[in-house]
């Protein structure tokens, strides 16, 4: 399999970590490349030239992360992403995490492009007090009060939505203001897939 990927993007963290859970990493050769480009090896084979794009090893070609999570939770090896007792609890933390990341990456490459006046604008407006609702939502979750810390596709998505705020967006300051979902981060991040997928 190829993934085609870059350093920051949290989307493609997600496969990433996904690929070291299901033990798929060996399979898989990582093509680094900026999706941004006008051209690009990665607008050969995606018009929509996003990542993570995953080409399969038999020739098909994935997008959206959590379809990408999807197929190799069904190749892969070890503990289920989506296991099916507490499936729908799975899906609504992974729902929540897409949330929060979308909401994130959106505010980043708003102010990338349109300055910081764009916080003032009504989506930009929305997209912040998105992250703080979702914030507070997660503090108080049943996943994070029951410390429930197995690296669900739901805890890998909301772990990495978590980190990319830190690494973009560090003036909210979630780890200080939400300490049970700081708890919850720590644990879910400790295995070696979240320390060799870091941000850069
Ligand atoms: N919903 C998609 C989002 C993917 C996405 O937005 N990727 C960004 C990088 S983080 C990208 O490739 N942007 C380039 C573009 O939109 O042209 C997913 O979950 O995979």
């Given at each position: 399999m190829q993934l085609y990927l870059n350093t920051s993007s949290p989307y493609a963290r997600v496969v990433r970590v996904c690929l070291y859970e299901k033990e798929l990493m060996e399979r898989t050769e990582l093509c680094w490349c900026?999706?941004?480009?006008?051209?690009s090896e990665l607008l050969k084979i995606t018009p929509?030239?996003?990542?993570?794009t995953l080409v399969t090893e038999g020739g098909e070609v994935l997008t959206e992360s959590l379809l990408i999570a999807h197929y190799l939770d069904a190749v892969?090896?070890?503990?289920?992403?989506?296991?099916?007792?507490g499936l729908a609890e799975t899906l609504a933390l992974a729902g929540l995490g897409q949330g929060l990341m979308e909401a994130a990456f959106n505010v980043v490459i708003g102010r990338k492009h349109g300055g910081p006046d764009v916080d003032e604008t009504l989506l930009g407006n929305r997209r912040l007090k998105a992250i703080e609702r979702t914030l507070v939502t997660l503090e108080a979750h049943p996943s994070v009060l029951a410390g429930h810390t197995q690296c669900t596709l739901g805890a890998i998505v909301v772990a990495v939505a978590l980190a990319y705020l830190s690494f973009r967006l560090p003036a909210f300051d979630w780890p200080n203001r939400f300490p049970r979902l700081q708890a919850w981060f720590a644990k879910v991040t400790e295995c070696d897939s979240f320390a060799l997928t870091a941000f850069e």
């Open positions: 900026d999706p941004w480009a006008a051209d929509l030239s996003r990542i993570p892969g090896e070890g503990a289920k992403l989506l296991p099916a007792d």
